[in-house]
């Protein structure tokens, strides 16, 4: 039997989603060449990126906290990737060279990813700085990094194999869809079915109380904000494989992007309530938006304007049918 | 280049004075090219030169402009982010007493900056358009992919390519679409114009970035080889891809040899020299597949 | 049963003091918690008790003495360690998850996992039931607890507690949000678990509650250790009398009061159901409140008492029908703002979540609702705003140590005191009163009856809620019965009976709280 | 006698101010130049923007909510202040041509700054928009009509009387220094000695319980994004009057300063909690941290790493001062 809560949850959703299925209807009708499938995976494939940090931001805000650093975190972690994979790495200091597997490359990237995420909730755990300040701060020092690393040029020619995970196709899916549907499907299983997924829900619901049952609350946190992290890298290695190059303004604002996809799947800034699911829908709004958009040939000026009124009206639409507080 | 950096810094034992750099942004790796030839070439000529990133903010370049002016530098070295509204800032500086040399981009006044060494993005883009309607041999489907919507240049450019392009009625621009000068926007950009328009001959981008992007998405689409791409600047990846036939052509902007000029003038000013004509263009060469052989990123085999 | 065997004494405090920024919240307290007895702790408000009880549980890690248990002196550093060496507290504020189902808050921390790392919800969910059954509360335990009203929420606590199976359970004032039904049913919990060998730490305000159960009875005052003796050697007077600290006259009756002309009238006044067609939630009830009556308003956990006045204050103008009258005069009460307007005050049921902003400085608090009096020349004087706030923090005796003091930092009945003393500052015509006694200690309860019929005397009418009967036979001159949102009597107080009272109380379907 | 709290609250505020100290010190010493009259006033006059936005930032935190719409805004109402001023307003329906004076043009400006907050107060408090998703769009929405209405291009040469603000002196002092000094002596007042300010904190701390105190929670968060709007305003038209032109990229990206500025500050982004002095000594040390870096030839890259490094010092110094919850 539902409740109350359930009922909310199930509306909110749905209502999105009758916002996503509404502007699918109408660019259908308007915009020839929208409702096609090369445009279904072209659009599938362009929300992978935000869908992967998105889906790191959903379990940080369901905290209660932020990430401000993910379009940094992407940019560093392609960078460092495509660097090593490009250059090795010098240790002058040793007068050492390695030089880098694809897999490697890879693989150290995530790790770079990670660690930065961790750093993030070290700075929020241990020092008690509130996730918006911490974040935005790993945000700046993220983005010098990657401007020094690369410096301030891009970091191309990454050959055939890299580009796989951008551009290739595996069962005639893009494998970047692939990977966002793992992320998805792992986020949701851990959220709904596991104790580290119940725990996120009750730091963000009530920390106090979460305590007070003796939640580990500071691991619980360092865990999210770790795997944030770790998602933003791999958003970053579609970015930089698809590309075929790294470049050093890569996602730059993609933080808005992102909080804006959970909020508008319904997700709560305070925190505690809200879903994955939710921000896959919000996701698509906006992916959906932006094609369509450019489909339809708006010029260039009125694109913002028109965006911003249809996310206001997507919202709205949630709002006005679940009113009752 | 922080090697260079050092280098730069090794010469403040005989250090003549202090020059500034002020450029537009760091966000295009055009610019760091430019601005870094700026400083290492003020280095060599013995001042202490640094570097201001005014990341596309007038507002910050102006609070760079107040900041230098206090900290007694004796020359600027300025890539404006916005012709016009750049002009107050160039101004103040010149009440001030410091000369601004203003580098690539210019600022719409005249006698308030003691010399601009300019890249004709206009006139650029007209020749680029005279041979974008050769290769198109007059007619069929483009697309034009515009830089940020707010700045001039994004305009000078469009306006030189279609001042052109727009004689030619059998040429039909099918879509007009902003992506920033950023690679990754272009490449989703252009990907999402395809679905509409998957029957396009040519796309022409306003930098070389969106140019590369564009590429991409051609690439993934399978078209690379039936549209041409058309870029501006001459950055390393795409005078690399012109060499290996990927884009048809871009407009070579002179990075380093303008802010090479622009360091030695401002030498010159502070040695006494007055005299230097308002206006420097800085012709903007046409590379193609066919003169790529004279050409490297960012400028000339010869003079590199 | 001898309580000098040592060897049943699972724990013990030894010479306890905590302070909190310059207030000694305890001063060398030592007890001692016997095995198989229910071990009651009463005290003021401020006293100290949920301070011991959270030093003892874990919750606080600094403090000065030892805590010895199973004679071997231990220091928690979380409430884990607590639970883990068998200690269990229900906190004196709810702790739960709201977005968390009732059986995911019965099971935090403790969740049951299958093999392969996933949640067990079927077997937590049996496992709920079952507890939640033993405490009569048929709920489904896949709903989330924020779908819950607070009396079904403390039990939730409760069955959070046993589901811990600990050796010592510590109840910080389990009774203050239930209703009578629900009380009988955690006594006989409460006796089994004891006979189990179970050591029971019972706080409550309600005195005479601990000669239905307790064993022992420690009091304490101001943080120090007053006395602690078996059940058997006190009387109620002598406990007041440790707690006050000086001899205090028996409980509170109040003054009959000579009718006069109606203040407030309901007429008719419904509430649907927020979300089942054509259910009300408070169902046509109709009832005047003269001036200098005193209205009680009794029916069990769920009757809809506070709906009713909520829907009085104009919390509900979309969903609610019918009329209310000041006066005789029809009035359109759309917001709170209106219902002020008309002199309508509204001392909430959860201090917590609806009467105060923990933050705000008890001053700040006290003139919330009536800042407009605390201007001079259209700027806010923090002078006239101190005076107004300390007239009152005398007048209720509001324990803290200084008007600037954080609301949040009070104890949980000088917090509802607080709340009071905001609705007073307001002047009202009308008061509506939703446990206004609430975890309050019986000295300042009778000072609360007091005030309540001196405002009475002063011409207001008075709107009270509440669950205990003794209470309310003795504040109210007139008694309305709620049973499912319907009215199902109405008395002279003088005529009611607890019998009466009750036989309307429950609800004609069975099944005392229903969602 | 001071309370616990009064001493937290003012240690915080103290620890801050610390941080902005020991910050000015270390520059003093090692930034020659830095500590000088002119540097002094060049401080104060490059913070006054920020420091607008952040006071009405402050509020708008103070309730519980967030505006990221005060760049856009500032960018819309400089970019209506200019073009009024230099092309007047045609309306060829009627075909009319209204010309602006200085003054009307600068009301004009502020009058769309206020209405683009108050349509932020709208969304967020009628149709219950988060305030995250309504003032994000309408971040987009100001951004397109700014370009709208530029036509893309910088509007230049407004002339001496409207470089007044921007430039001039009075007294001394930068005309832009005392605008701010005002709206900051308003704010604190507001806040502190009246009831609208005391309701904001009231919001913010515990919205039902305002509510059920009698407290119109709608009109107060309606007035405090108005106010908010017209702040931004004010910003704009203090970056157009100084650079005697106003551009359609103005403002972009200063929500995230503005922010910053408010939490570093020490207010507290769920509400309830903070203090517009305690954004000064945000805004200073924001202001401070450019400025001296700068001074030291810093060069750009390493800033970004320096000022995150920085920010994390500057707030985790208040935080492990201020520790026991
Ligand atoms: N976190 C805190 N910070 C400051 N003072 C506190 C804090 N918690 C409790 N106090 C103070 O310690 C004293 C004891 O509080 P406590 O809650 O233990 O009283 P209590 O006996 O439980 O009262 P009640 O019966 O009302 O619950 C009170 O004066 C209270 O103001
Ligand atoms: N949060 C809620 N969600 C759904 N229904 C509710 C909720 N709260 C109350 N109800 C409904 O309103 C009825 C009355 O609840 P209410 O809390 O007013 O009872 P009450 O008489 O005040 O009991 P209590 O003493 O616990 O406040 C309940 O029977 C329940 O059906
Ligand atoms: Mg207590
Ligand atoms: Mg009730």
Same mark, same amino acid.
């Given at each position: 039997?539902?409740?109350?809560?359930?009922?909310?949850?199930?509306?909110?959703?749905?209502?999105?989603?009758?916002?996503?299925?509404?502007?699918?209807?109408?660019?259908?009708?308007?915009?020839?060449?929208?409702?096609?499938?090369?445009?279904?995976?072209?659009?599938?494939?362009?929300?992978?990126?935000?869908?992967?940090?998105?889906?790191?931001?959903?379990?940080?805000? *369901?905290?209660?906290?932020?990430?401000?650093?993910?379009?940094?975190?992407?940019?560093?972690?392609?960078?460092?990737?495509?660097?090593?994979?490009?250059?090795?790495?010098?240790?002058?200091?040793?007068?050492?060279?390695?030089?880098?597997?694809?897999?490697?490359?890879?693989?150290?990237?995530?790790?770079?990813?990670?660690?930065?995420?961790?750093?993030?909730?070290?700075?929020?755990?241990?020092? %008690?700085?509130?996730?918006?300040?911490?974040?935005?701060?790993?945000?700046?020092?993220?983005?010098?990094?990657?401007?020094?690393?690369?410096?301030?040029?891009?970091?191309?020619?990454?050959?055939?194999?890299?580009?796989?995970?951008?551009?290739?196709?595996?069962?005639?899916?893009?494998?970047?869809?692939?990977?966002?549907?793992?992320?998805?499907?792992?986020?949701?299983?851990?959220?709904?079915?596991?104790?580290?997924?119940?725990?996120?829900?009750?730091?963000?619901?009530?920390? %106090?109380?979460?305590?007070?049952?003796?939640?580990?609350?500071?691991?619980?946190?360092? %865990?999210?904000?770790?795997?944030?992290?770790?998602?933003?890298?791999?958003?970053?290695?579609?970015?930089?494989?698809?590309?075929?190059?790294?470049?050093?303004?890569?996602?730059?604002?993609?933080?808005?992007?992102?909080?804006?996809?959970?909020? !508008?799947?319904?997700?709560?800034?305070?925190?505690?309530?809200?879903?994955?699911?939710?921000?896959?829908?919000?996701?698509?709004? !906006?992916?959906? *938006?932006?094609?369509?958009?450019?489909?339809?040939?708006?010029?260039?000026?009125?694109?913002?304007?028109?965006?911003?009124?249809?996310?206001?009206?997507?919202?709205?639409?949630?709002?006005?049918?679940?009113?009752?507080? | 280049?922080?090697?260079?950096?050092?280098?730069?810094?090794?010469?403040?034992?005989?250090?003549?004075?202090?020059?500034?750099?002020?450029?537009?942004?760091?966000?295009?790796?055009? &610019?760091?090219?430019?601005?870094?030839?700026?400083?290492?070439?003020?280095?060599?000529?013995?001042?202490?030169?640094?570097?201001?990133?005014?990341?596309?903010?007038?507002?910050?370049?102006?609070?760079?402009?107040?900041?230098?002016?206090?900290?007694?530098?004796?020359?600027?070295? &300025?890539?404006?982010?916005?012709?016009?509204?750049?002009?107050?800032?160039?101004?103040?500086?010149?009440?001030?007493?410091?000369?601004? &040399?203003?580098?690539?981009?210019?600022?719409?006044?005249?006698?308030?900056?003691?010399?601009?060494?300019?890249?004709?993005?206009?006139?650029?883009?007209?020749?680029?358009?005279?041979?974008?309607?050769?290769?198109?041999?007059?007619?069929?489907?483009?697309?034009?992919?515009?830089?940020?919507?707010?700045?001039?240049?994004?305009?000078?450019?469009?306006?030189?390519?279609?001042?052109?392009?727009?004689?030619?009625?059998?040429?039909?621009?099918?879509?007009?679409?902003?992506?920033?000068?950023?690679?990754?926007?272009?490449?989703?950009?252009?990907?999402?114009?395809?679905?509409?328009?998957?029957?396009?001959?040519?796309?022409?981008?306003?930098?070389?970035?969106?140019?590369?992007?564009?590429?991409?998405?051609?690439?993934?689409?399978?078209?690379?080889?039936?549209?041409?791409?058309?870029?501006?600047?001459?950055?390393?990846?795409?005078?690399?891809?012109?060499?290996?036939?990927?884009?048809?052509?871009?407009?070579?902007?002179?990075?380093?040899?303008?802010?090479?000029?622009?360091?030695?003038?401002?030498?010159?000013?502070?040695?006494?020299?007055?005299?230097?004509?308002?206006?420097?263009?800085?012709?903007?060469?046409?590379?193609?597949?066919?003169?790529?052989?004279?050409?490297?990123?960012?400028?000339?085999?010869?003079?590199? | 049963?001898?309580?000098?065997?040592?060897?049943?004494?699972?724990?013990?405090?030894?010479?306890?003091?905590?302070?909190?920024?310059?207030?000694?919240?305890?001063?060398?307290?030592?007890?001692?918690?016997?095995?198989?007895?229910?071990?009651?702790?009463?005290?003021?408000?401020?006293?100290?008790?949920?301070?011991?009880?959270?030093?003892?549980?874990?919750?606080?890690?600094?403090?000065?003495?030892?805590?010895?248990?199973?004679?071997?002196?231990?220091?928690?550093?979380?409430?884990?360690?607590?639970?883990?060496?068998?200690?269990? +507290?229900?906190?004196?504020?709810?702790?739960?998850?709201?977005?968390?189902?009732?059986?995911?808050?019965?099971?935090?921390?403790?969740?049951?996992?299958?093999?392969?790392?996933?949640?067990?919800?079927?077997?937590?969910?049996?496992?709920?039931?079952?507890?939640?059954?033993?405490?009569?509360?048929?709920?489904?335990?896949? +709903?989330?607890?924020?779908?819950?009203?607070?009396?079904?929420?403390?039990?939730?606590?409760?069955?959070?507690?046993?589901?811990?199976?600990?050796?010592?359970?510590?109840?910080?004032?389990?009774?203050?949000?239930?209703?009578?039904?629900?009380?009988?049913?955690?006594?006989?919990?409460?006796?089994?678990?004891?006979?189990?060998?179970?050591?029971?730490?019972?706080?409550?305000?309600?005195?005479?509650?601990?000669?239905?159960?307790?064993?022992?009875? #420690?009091?304490?005052?101001?943080?120090?250790?007053?006395?602690?003796?078996?059940?058997?050697?006190? #009387?109620?007077?002598?406990?007041?009398?440790?707690?006050?600290?000086?001899?205090?006259?028996?409980?509170?009756?109040?003054?009959?009061?000579?009718?006069?002309?109606?203040?407030?009238?309901?007429?008719?006044?419904?509430?649907?159901?927020?979300?089942?067609?054509?259910?009300?939630?408070?169902?046509?009830?109709?009832?005047?409140?003269?001036?200098?009556?005193?209205?009680?308003?009794?029916?069990?956990?769920? @009757?809809?008492?506070?709906?009713?006045?909520? #829907? +009085?204050?104009?919390?509900?103008?979309?969903?609610?029908?019918?009329?209310?009258?000041?006066?005789?005069?029809?009035?359109?009460?759309?917001?709170?703002?209106? @219902?002020?307007?008309?002199?309508?005050?509204?001392?909430?049921?959860?201090?917590?979540?609806?009467?105060?902003?923990?933050?705000?400085?008890?001053?700040?608090?006290?003139?919330?609702?009536?800042?407009?009096?605390?201007?001079?020349?259209?700027?806010?004087?923090?002078?006239?705003?101190?005076?107004?706030?300390?007239?009152?923090?005398?007048?209720?005796?509001?324990?803290?140590?200084?008007?600037?003091?954080?609301?949040?930092?009070?104890?949980?009945?000088?917090?509802?005191?607080?709340?009071?003393?905001?609705?007073?500052?307001?002047?009202?015509?009308?008061?509506?009163?939703?446990?206004?006694?609430?975890?309050?200690?019986?000295?300042?309860?009778?000072?609360?009856?007091?005030?309540?019929?001196?405002? @009475?005397? @002063?011409?207001?009418?008075?709107?009270?809620?509440?669950?205990?009967?003794?209470?309310?036979?003795?504040?109210?001159?007139?008694?309305?019965?709620?049973?499912?949102?319907?009215? #199902?009597?109405?008395?002279?107080?003088?005529?009611?009976?607890?019998?009466?009272?009750?036989?309307?109380?429950?609800?004609?379907?069975?099944?005392?709280?229903?969602?």
């Amino acid at each position: 039997m539902l409740t109350l809560d359930d009922h909310k949850a199930l509306l909110v959703k749905f209502q999105s989603l009758l916002a996503l299925l509404l502007m699918v209807v109408i660019f259908s009708v308007s915009a020839k060449g929208f409702f096609s499938t090369d445009n279904f995976w072209l659009v599938l494939t362009q929300i992978s990126v935000n869908l992967c940090l998105s889906v790191g931001m959903t379990l940080v805000i *369901l905290t209660g906290g932020i990430d401000l650093s993910v379009g940094s975190v992407l940019a560093l972690s392609g960078a460092v990737m495509a660097g090593l994979l490009k250059n090795g790495l010098e240790l002058p200091a040793f007068n050492l060279f390695v030089g880098f597997t694809v897999l490697g490359a890879v693989l150290t990237g995530l790790l770079v990813g990670s660690f930065l995420g961790l750093f993030n909730g070290l700075m929020i755990t241990v020092l %008690r700085i509130p996730p918006f300040v911490a974040t935005l701060a790993m945000m700046t020092i993220a983005r010098g990094l990657t401007q020094l690393w690369t410096g301030g040029a891009a970091i191309t020619g990454l050959g055939e194999i890299f580009g796989y995970v951008g551009t290739d196709r595996l069962a005639g899916v893009p494998v970047r869809v692939w990977t966002c549907a793992a992320v998805v499907g792992f986020a949701i299983l851990a959220l709904k079915r596991t104790r580290f997924g119940r725990y996120i829900y009750a730091v963000g619901g009530n920390e %106090r109380a979460a305590k007070l049952s003796g939640l580990n609350v500071n691991r619980i946190k360092l %865990r999210v904000y770790t795997i944030a992290g770790a998602l933003s890298a791999v958003g970053g290695l579609i970015v930089t494989s698809k590309l075929d190059s790294a470049t050093p303004v890569a996602g730059d604002g993609y933080e808005l992007d992102s909080i804006a996809a959970v909020v !508008i799947g319904g997700t709560s800034l305070s925190g505690g309530k809200g879903s994955v699911l939710g921000t896959v829908v919000g996701t698509l709004i !906006i992916g959906v *938006l932006n094609s369509g958009l450019i489909i339809l040939r708006v010029p260039p000026f009125w694109q913002k304007v028109i965006k911003g009124g249809v996310i206001l009206l997507a919202v709205a639409i949630d709002k006005l049918n679940t009113k009752e507080q | 280049k922080q090697k260079k950096q050092e280098s730069a810094g090794g010469q403040e034992a005989r250090s003549k004075g202090n020059i500034a750099v002020i450029v537009s942004t760091l966000n295009n790796p055009w &610019f760091v090219v430019l601005a870094d030839t700026a400083k290492t070439r003020a280095g060599e000529l013995g001042y202490e030169a640094t570097i201001f990133d005014s990341q596309n903010d007038t507002a910050k370049e102006s609070d760079h402009f107040e900041n230098v002016i206090v900290g007694g530098y004796a020359a600027i070295l &300025f890539n404006p982010t916005d012709a016009d509204g750049s002009i107050a800032n160039v101004k103040k500086a010149k009440e001030a007493g410091i000369p601004t &040399f203003c580098i690539d981009r210019e600022v719409n006044a005249n006698d308030v900056a003691a010399a601009q060494i300019l890249s004709d993005n206009y006139a650029g883009c007209v020749e680029l358009g005279q041979y974008f309607v050769k290769k198109m041999s007059q007619k069929g489907k483009y697309v034009e992919l515009l830089g940020i919507l707010g700045d001039n240049n994004t305009w000078n450019r469009s306006k030189g390519f279609h001042s052109v392009v727009d004689n030619y009625p059998g040429l039909k621009m099918v879509a007009q679409q902003g992506a920033e000068f950023d690679r990754t926007k272009a490449m989703d950009v252009l990907e999402s114009i395809l679905q509409a328009n998957p029957d396009i001959d040519a796309v022409f981008c306003g930098n070389d970035a969106m140019a590369m992007g564009a590429y991409q998405a051609l690439a993934a689409a399978g078209k690379a080889d039936k549209v041409m791409v058309f870029g501006f600047d001459g950055a390393k990846d795409v005078i690399d891809s012109i060499r290996d036939g990927k884009i048809v052509a871009t407009g070579m902007q002179f990075p380093k040899r303008m802010a090479r000029m622009a360091a030695e003038q401002a030498d010159e000013y502070i040695k006494g020299k007055r005299d230097f004509p308002q206006k420097i263009p800085v012709a903007v060469e046409l590379v193609t597949r066919e003169n790529i052989a004279k050409y490297t990123a960012y400028g000339r085999q010869s003079n590199e | 049963m001898a309580l000098s065997k040592t060897d049943n004494i699972v724990l013990q405090a030894r010479s306890i003091s905590k302070a909190f920024g310059g207030i000694k919240a305890l001063d060398g307290v030592s007890l001692e918690i016997h095995a198989g007895k229910v071990n009651a702790i009463v005290g003021e408000n401020g006293a100290g008790k949920s301070t011991l009880m959270k030093i003892l549980s874990g919750v606080h890690r600094e403090y000065e003495g030892q805590i010895v248990l199973d004679g071997q002196p231990v220091a928690f550093a979380n409430p884990r360690q607590a639970q883990d060496n068998g200690i269990a +507290i229900i906190h004196q504020e709810l702790n739960l998850i709201p977005s968390l189902s009732v059986a995911e808050n019965v099971f935090l921390g403790r969740e049951f996992v299958s093999r392969i790392g996933l949640i067990d919800y079927r077997a937590m969910h049996r496992e709920t039931t079952k507890i939640l059954k033993r405490l009569d509360l048929h709920i489904n335990p896949r +709903i989330a607890v924020s779908g819950l009203r607070v009396g079904q929420q403390q039990v939730v606590e409760i069955a959070h507690a046993l589901s811990l199976r600990a050796r010592i359970v510590i109840m910080d004032e389990p009774t203050s949000a239930i209703s009578k039904h629900e009380i009988e049913v955690l006594f006989g919990l409460i006796r089994s678990l004891t006979a189990q060998g179970v050591a029971v730490v019972y706080i409550t305000h309600k005195l005479d509650e601990l000669f239905q159960i307790a064993d022992t009875v #420690t009091v304490l005052r101001d943080g120090k250790l007053v006395g602690s003796s078996p059940i058997e050697d006190v #009387t109620h007077d002598d406990i007041v009398r440790k707690m006050v600290g000086r001899d205090m006259q028996n409980f509170f009756v109040k003054a009959y009061v000579a009718e006069s002309q109606e203040v407030l009238g309901v007429r008719d006044v419904c509430l649907a159901h927020p979300r089942r067609r054509d259910d009300y939630v408070v169902d046509h009830v109709s009832f005047d409140v003269k001036a200098g009556e005193v209205l009680g308003l009794f029916g069990l956990m769920g @009757a809809g008492r506070t709906e009713l006045l909520e #829907t +009085i204050f104009g919390l509900h103008p979309k969903r609610s029908s019918g009329d209310i009258l000041l006066d005789g005069r029809k009035v359109e009460v759309g917001s709170p703002t209106d @219902a002020i307007g008309f002199g309508i005050g509204f001392v909430t049921e959860d201090r917590k979540l609806e009467g105060l902003i923990l933050e705000m400085s008890v001053a700040a608090s006290i003139s919330l609702a009536s800042l407009e009096r605390t201007e001079r020349f259209g700027l806010l004087s923090g002078a006239i705003e101190n005076r107004l706030a300390r007239d009152y923090v005398e007048r209720l005796r509001i324990k803290t140590p200084s008007v600037k003091q954080r609301v949040e930092n009070l104890s949980g009945g000088n917090q509802q005191k607080v709340v009071i003393a905001k609705w007073l500052a307001t002047n009202p015509r009308v008061l509506l009163l939703d446990e206004p006694t609430r975890g309050i200690d019986i000295n300042a309860k009778n000072e609360i009856y007091r005030l309540i019929s001196e405002l @009475a005397k @002063a011409g207001l009418a008075i709107l009270m809620v509440s669950s205990e009967l003794p209470e309310i036979m003795a504040i109210a001159d007139r008694i309305v019965v709620l049973s499912e949102g319907k009215q #199902t009597a109405e008395f002279a107080s003088s005529k009611a009976t607890e019998e009466l009272i009750m036989k309307a109380a429950i609800p004609k379907s069975f099944g005392p709280s229903k969602v």
